[in-house]
């Protein structure tokens, strides 16, 4: 599973510019000889998404915009500072409401992945990455885990609106695979829909621009 997510978030990667890779979320806590003991990464790795430094306040803008949409369109009430959570999980926020755990951005290395699925494990809570392009529009791409016990499947999607408002995370049908779900976005917690509604079917692109659209007038500068 983790191999095909790699493999798939590699066509995410044309969409980011190439920065200088700098410390990421898992270097959080860790000591510096965990981190110089680590292995150098692979060539598959090197090839993924990676973003720039997580606590940059732009990137960090940018990133949270897209979260706060997504929170915004399923009605959720967000702390976005939370007291309870593991002190490995700084920087993400909280939806009591639907159970979740809201995380403005990832690397989408294998430790970054590991660490907010080990999170999920002891929260029992679910898990939404959001991460944004850098192109112009920005897209909003969106990696969703549902707790289950034992089980760890991430579903990609983007974010789609329909010509109603109403906001889904459904997969680009550029890249599609078997497990990758269709998501409404509403109160609550997030469940997979086995129909997706009928425009994102017939028209997915124009989905896509919308939710582009929105997310453009929300972002911070």
Not at 14 to 43: D, F, M
Not at 91 to 103: C, E, M, P, S
Not at 167 to 190: M, N, S, V
Request: charge should be positive.
């Amino acid at each position: 599973m983790r191999r095909r997510l790699w493999r798939r978030l590699r066509q995410m990667a044309a969409l980011r510019r190439p920065v200088r890779r700098r410390r990421n979320l898992e270097a959080v806590g860790k000591n510096e000889t965990s981190r110089t003991a680590r292995s150098p990464p692979s060539a598959q790795e090197k090839t993924l998404i990676n973003l720039p430094n997580f606590n940059e306040p732009s990137r960090r803008r940018i990133d949270e915009a897209g979260a706060m949409l997504i929170a915004e369109l399923s009605g959720w009430s967000v702390d976005r500072w939370p007291i309870l959570l593991p002190t490995r999980a700084s920087g993400y926020f909280h939806a009591a409401d639907a159970d979740l755990l809201l995380v403005p951005s990832s690397t989408g290395s294998r430790e970054d992945f590991s660490m907010v699925s080990s999170v999920v494990r002891e929260t029992r809570c679910d898990a939404l990455i959001v991460r944004l392009s850098e192109t112009a529009p920005a897209h909003v791409f969106c990696c969703v885990q549902i707790w289950k016990p034992g089980v760890v499947n991430w579903s990609i999607g983007k974010l789609w609106l329909s010509e109603s408002g109403q906001g889904w995370i459904i997969p680009d049908p550029a890249d599609t695979a078997e497990d990758d779900k269709f998501f409404r976005l509403q109160p609550g917690r997030l469940r997979a829909c086995s129909t997706p509604p009928g425009e994102a079917i017939a028209s997915p692109d124009a989905g896509f621009a919308r939710a582009d659209r929105l997310y453009a007038s929300r972002a911070v500068a």
